[in-house]
């Protein structure tokens, strides 16, 4: 079946860097990916629609500047989390809807943790 | 906007048939789904609803009124491994996009 992969599955970065996290679907193009971010003991919170040759959507109260998202082709999208503070920190998911209404491919997740 | 509500934590029985409710109000609707997620890890599909009616697939079943605005998951047969976070998301109307409900963690006990 179709696989989503991300990279890296694990980051610890310094307070100010900049971290980016990679989505590849592996085996089946997807011209719009979605990203996640999950804090502990909550739900997925839907951050941004990532779009291939366009400018990504973001969900309101998501910084642009901050989470940059970057899809420039059929099977990669990137989030940079620019000048990472420790309230980043946080597990990243990206996904991507297959070719069926009920479909929808889950990266493992990214697990950010900012010091 | 969107609005999924559900309950926070549930418990219970090994063995016992237990059902997590889900509640939305979205701008728009093109489905419901329900995952499961254990902690670290990301969602697997559970199922999909996007007509009414009850959808039934082994020890889970999924139901879905668009009029009310309701869903809900019925898990029969519990088992320990059933313990884990129950996520609600609906699809958008017309941009693909799901948005997921505040999650239901259970806990199945002995």
């Not at chain 1, 909550?42 to 910084?63: D, F, I, P, R």
């Not at chain 2, 509500?5 to 489905?31: H, K, L, R, W």
């Not at chain 2, 419901?32 to 082994?58: C, I, R």
Request: with cysteine; proline share 4%.
């Amino acid at each position: 079946g179709a696989v989503v992969s991300q990279h890296p599955s694990r980051v610890i970065c310094k307070s100010g860097t900049s971290v980016k996290i990679e989505c590849r679907s592996l085996d089946f193009q997807a011209t719009t990916m979605f990203w996640y971010r999950q804090f502990p003991k909550q739900s997925l919170m839907l951050m941004a629609t990532s779009n291939e040759g366009s400018k990504a959507t973001y969900e309101q109260g998501v910084e642009k500047d901050k989470f940059l998202i970057n899809h420039a082709s059929l099977t990669l999208s990137t989030l940079t989390v620019t000048s990472a503070h420790p309230e980043d920190s946080s597990f990243y998911i990206c996904s991507a809807p297959g070719d069926s209404q009920e479909t929808q491919y889950f990266g493992p997740g990214t697990r950010l943790l900012v010091l | 906007g969107q609005n999924i509500d559900q309950p926070t934590e549930m418990t219970a029985t090994e063995g016992a048939i237990v059902q997590i409710n889900c509640t939305y109000q979205t701008s728009g609707f093109n489905g419901l789904f329900w995952y499961q997620q254990h902690a670290g890890e990301a969602p697997t599909f559970l199922s999909y609803n996007v007509l009414d009616g009850l959808e039934e697939k082994g020890r889970f079943s999924s139901f879905l009124s668009r009029s009310k605005g309701y869903s809900y998951l019925l898990l029969k047969e519990l088992q320990m491994k059933d313990s884990a976070s129950y996520l609600c998301a609906v699809r958008d109307g017309g941009y693909q996009k799901v948005t997921f409900g505040t999650g239901t963690k259970l806990q199945v006990i002995p």
